[in-house]
């Protein structure tokens, strides 16, 4: 094993283990009391420039698990957000009530999918860093501005991928951008509005655009941590939503345009490469779990106990069968789904027929891969108008490295929006199953221009609620507010300052 990366390891474990100590000792009834002690923080801790980059690797760590080992991983929850709204999972015997009512649009204040916390820990490990490293200048004579700018770089972009999802997951949340290291730093917050919060990720992301670097100089760092081109990323990601189009289009750009990505070949490695190894040449970032650190997915996925399967309209529709020709699609059976029970297949394959055992649950959580890049560019185009053809084409070269059936073809008119926006759509379900985006993807559609495209959410709950809780359901979602998650009943109780989403009083 490299040097570097032993190195990195014991960082991780170092710092995860720092925090996670330092939580023990703060007030156990904030969600945002997260952070090391002040003393230890100024006194002892934050001298150097290996103490950023220390740090920064306890930011990182907090994506693959609660130091305190108390709550799940943010994997868990962002898996849960996006597919459990979706239309591409069905219940398996392990489901619990809260995930079934999620599923079945029965969400309430007490349903434990909507606690937040994962969220914000890393939040403030990220806050940490903003509030203390530039302190760090003063003392330490071989960390140089630019330096300090880049690794400021990516604690606030990784803060804005996390506000994100918090804005597309709840809509108003609290805006925290300082650091809780003690209990004088405690502040009880109201909710921010979502456009207030998303003008300053956008403001974040621009101050990491002009600052993080476009390499670690090593190819896990460069997929496991934030480098420009995850900034222009998330940039694309958050223009979308916002509904920039140009803007959103002009990310991808830089992306595609540094030629430093591409589409692994559709061929019998490609599984193997992009999800059982991870770090291939398509990741643009990646959850790095590995042997020292499992991910949750394999008890999640399989045994008899598996609380999610691939829902049978995922084979049937989504990707389709050709049992005339044998033709199937490459990211379909063996690699999004096991059709001989439809387990999802994504995180537990090592190959197209072979499972990991449970000791190899380290496949990573991809947050943006190329592919993502040359569809949101074309969802863009798309909705720019006049640039149908253009879009058209970036689709088709996913489809043919995908191996898409002809059957899944709609051939839409370049010059039709709505026919365009369907079939990218589509194709990103194809794409990216089972990977956390589903209910986001068909939210930002579904939401554009004061909801023109409700049908989209309509189409989705035909596909995932039960025949007989199918109009309730669609009347439930006629309320704008359903589509966000409540604040869990915890945080109102300790929090008297937060008021509940207008849905769920």
């Not at 109102?492 to 207008?502: E, F, G, H, R």
Request: with cysteine; net charge neutral; aromatic share 12%.
């Amino acid at each position: 094993m490299p040097k570097n990366i032993v190195i990195m390891r014991k960082q991780i474990l170092y710092i995860a283990s720092f925090l996670g100590m330092a939580m023990l000792f703060s007030s156990c009834k904030k969600y945002l009391d997260l952070a090391p002690q002040d003393g230890i923080t100024r006194q002892e801790f934050w001298k150097t420039k290996e103490n950023i980059q220390a740090a920064l690797t306890g930011c990182y760590a907090s994506l693959l698990a609660d130091p305190a080992g108390k709550d799940r991983p943010l994997s868990e929850y962002l898996f849960m957000w996006g597919e459990t709204r979706g239309d591409m999972i069905a219940p398996g015997l392990g489901i619990t009530n809260d995930e079934l009512d999620v599923m079945n649009v029965n969400t309430l204040a007490t349903n434990s999918l909507a606690k937040w916390t994962a969220v914000y820990r890393t939040i403030n490990y990220c806050n940490t860093v903003t509030d203390y490293a530039p302190g760090v200048l003063a003392l330490d004579n071989t960390l140089t501005q630019a330096q300090l700018n880049a690794y400021l770089a990516e604690a606030r972009a990784l803060r804005a991928l996390m506000y994100f999802y918090l804005v597309r997951s709840f809509k108003d949340v609290p805006l925290k951008l300082t650091s809780t290291s003690s209990d004088e730093d405690l502040q009880q917050l109201p909710k921010t509005s979502s456009d207030t919060i998303l003008n300053q990720i956008e403001k974040d992301l621009s101050f990491a655009d002009s600052n993080a670097v476009v390499s670690h100089a090593n190819a896990t760092f460069d997929k496991g941590q934030i480098t420009k081109y995850t900034v222009k990323a998330i940039q694309a990601d958050l223009y979308l939503w916002r509904d920039k189009y140009q803007q959103a289009a002009d990310a991808c750009d830089y992306v595609i345009n540094s030629q430093k990505f591409g589409l692994i070949a559709g061929n019998d490695a490609w599984f193997n490469t992009v999800y059982y190894k991870g770090n291939s040449n398509e990741t643009i970032f990646e959850f790095q779990y590995d042997v020292q650190k499992l991910n949750s997915f394999y008890g999640m996925l399989t045994t008899s106990k598996a609380r999610y399967y691939a829902s049978p309209n995922v084979m049937d529709n989504v990707f389709t069968i050709d049992y005339i020709n044998d033709f199937k699609d490459l990211r379909g059976e063996g690699a999004s789904v096991r059709t001989s029970d439809n387990a999802i297949w994504k995180y537990l394959g090592v190959t197209y027929n072979q499972i990991r055992t449970s000791d190899a649950s380290y496949a990573h959580w991809f947050v943006y891969r190329y592919a993502d890049i040359l569809l949101m560019k074309a969802e863009a185009l798309n909705q720019l108008g006049g640039r149908g053809v253009e879009a058209l084409s970036l689709v088709n070269q996913i489809r043919t490295r995908g191996k898409a059936l002809a059957q899944t073809n709609t051939n839409p008119d370049p010059a039709d929006q709505n026919a365009m926006a369907d079939y990218i759509l589509q194709e990103r379900a194809r794409e990216f199953a089972f990977e956390g985006k589903r209910w986001y993807d068909v939210l930002r559609n579904a939401k554009r221009k004061n909801y023109a495209r409700f049908d989209l959410l309509v189409s989705l709950l035909t596909k995932s609620v039960a025949p007989n809780r199918l109009q309730s359901a669609i009347n439930k979602y006629k309320d704008y507010n359903s589509h966000y998650f409540p604040i869990y009943f915890y945080e109102l109780q300790v929090n008297p300052n937060l008021v509940q989403n207008s849905y769920y009083k």
